[in-house]
């Protein structure tokens, strides 16, 4: 199956359903023919079958028309963030070698920049914001899809074309990317629809970006089930529940630190309309889990545990009375827990109840087929026909998962292994943090010391959050004394990507800004 197929054969079993909800919604017969235009467009402008286009728009529909264009036209789709770096964008331009790229107002500013540290020939601009405000020299996307017939654009995806390439964050290096054949993807939309429950016509949220593999799923599992995809450009916490409550949002595909957001406005118990939450991209602690259970009460609370590679590892299909476990392998997986030593086989595996490296078998229908253009990355990652997550976790006596951090961020202390999850679940119970993140600071005298950097509550100073937790993580923690932080930092925010996923490494690089630290006197 391939995704142009998938969305022709909704439009022809539910032409007159809509497709995309929000103040401009469309059918699916308003989008087939939408999207058979910008195909056409994407050809003229440039962009031959089997070629790839970046997408560095800020979201909404026109991201997601370009994207199942790309899929009609045989284009590779490469959605970008918007957040990286002019650096980091030259880096993927290179990488990759568009036939074009595709920004708005809020890209076009970053994309000049990048491509003057380009090292190879610079690909055509393609303007695909309003096209009143299209700089000049560069070509209207929209005048040209206006133009476009309306027919089926002559191309021929299959299964095995590459439907889109993403790049992985590249917290510890240099972005990776990760080319997903249309058949991946389908059955990655496929899985989804199973394990969290999303039932025919649907209304889903689209507010995860599509440069993630949780905003790709979104919106494919919504084209393959009939279903309504809301698109919220940006994420706001308001406007996100003025979707929800005015358009009748079933379901909700979201990283927790949104979940948090839109439970700190106070008005989720409106949002009585939905049914469905899933969560992905880091853990969820479980007051935040038993929280939104509490004001949503959902018919399925799904934690999903995957990756870009592979989309899912295991599914925790209740995560409102078994808070914080991944559960089991996906439909469409196999999973073992191996040796923790980075050089493990997968023949490795460790005894019930110890802990082990996840790895995931690369016969999974939702897998990539390695890396674009990293066969070092490959030998890292895939071995002996298993890819290995870098993800630590225990089995229960049930046989489900518990994720207890990344082998990377092992934190080794007076000669002890301690994993940081752990102790930021602990600790999260306490009132007065709103979030903690728990890393490994050099110490003359532990090697490592075990360190909480915390964001505190509002009515509270920085040294009133100290004294706090302080006085939390010794009577209250249930924490031994050897996982018990060393040192309390309280910083202004956490550091996240442009989806939630926090980023340790600005962390213990120093990378924040220190409003008290219990190692040192106030400033």
Not at 70 to 96: F, G, H, N
Not at 257 to 264: A, D, V, Y
Not at 285 to 304: C, G, S
Not at 321 to 347: I, Y
Request: aromatic share 6%; proline share 7%; glycine share 8%.
């Amino acid at each position: 199956m391939d995704l142009a197929t998938a969305l022709r054969w909704t439009t022809e079993r539910y032409p007159h359903r809509r497709a995309i909800g929000g103040p401009a919604p469309l059918t699916y017969a308003e989008w087939d023919v939408r999207t058979e235009q910008v195909a056409h467009a994407l050809h003229h402008l440039g962009a031959a079958e089997g070629s790839r286009a970046i997408f560095l728009l800020r979201g909404g529909e026109p991201l997601a028309t370009l994207h199942m264009a790309a899929q009609k036209a045989r284009v590779v789709s490469l959605p970008l963030s918007t957040r990286l770096s002019p650096d980091e964008l030259a880096y993927c331009i290179d990488d990759c070698d568009p036939a074009l790229i595709a920004v708005d107002e809020s890209t076009h500013a970053l994309v000049v920049a990048a491509l003057r540290q380009t090292a190879a020939k610079s690909p055509p601009v393609v303007w695909a914001g309003e096209p009143e405000d299209a700089p000049l020299g560069t070509s209207s996307l929209h005048h040209t899809a206006a133009q476009a017939p309306t027919t089926r654009v002559p191309a021929t995806p299959r299964g095995d074309d590459i439907s889109v390439m993403l790049y992985t964050s590249g917290t510890t290096g240099r972005p990776k990317g990760v080319p997903r054949t249309h058949r991946a993807e389908h059955y990655a939309a496929v899985a989804h629809l199973i394990q969290t429950g999303h039932a025919p016509g649907e209304v889903a949220l689209g507010v995860m970006p599509l440069f993630h593999t949780m905003g790709l799923r979104t919106l494919l599992a919504s084209v393959v089930a009939a279903g309504t995809w809301v698109p919220q450009a940006k994420f706001e916490a308001e406007s996100s529940l003025d979707l929800i409550t005015s358009e009748g949002v079933s379901a909700l595909y979201l990283v927790p630190t949104i979940f948090w957001s839109l439970l700190e406005t106070g008005r989720l118990e409106e949002a009585t309309s939905v049914r469905r939450l899933a969560y992905a991209g880091a853990s969820m602690t479980p007051t935040l889990a038993q929280k939104l259970a509490d004001v949503v009460q959902p018919e399925r609370f799904v934690n999903h545990f995957g990756s870009t590679e592979i989309y899912t590892f295991t599914i925790g299909p209740d995560a409102a009375n078994k808070p914080g476990c991944a559960g089991r392998a996906g439909v469409f997986s196999e999973v073992r827990l191996v040796h923790p030593d980075p050089s493990a086989s997968p023949e490795q595996t460790v005894a019930p109840g110890q802990q082990g490296q996840v790895v995931v078998s690369m016969q999974s229908l939702e897998a990539f087929g390695g890396y674009w253009h990293r066969p070092d990355a490959d030998r890292s990652a895939i071995r002996e026909g298993w890819y290995f997550t870098g993800d630590l976790a225990t089995a229960d006596e049930e046989g489900d998962l518990w994720v207890s951090g990344r082998v990377d961020d092992m934190i080794n202390s007076g000669g002890e292994n301690i994993y940081p999850e752990e102790i930021e679940n602990a600790l999260a119970n306490s009132p007065d943090v709103r979030e903690v993140v728990v890393v490994g600071t050099p110490d003359d005298k532990w090697g490592h010391a075990v360190t909480a950097f915390l964001v505190g509550a509002p009515d509270d100073s920085p040294s009133q959050t100290i004294e706090k937790i302080e006085r939390f993580s010794r009577d209250e923690s249930g924490l031994p004394s050897m996982k018990r932080p060393k040192r309390f930092v309280v910083v202004d925010q956490i550091p996240k990507s442009a989806v939630g996923k926090i980023l340790r490494r600005r962390l213990t690089d120093g990378d924040f800004v220190r409003l008290a630290d219990s190692g040192e006197e106030t400033p």
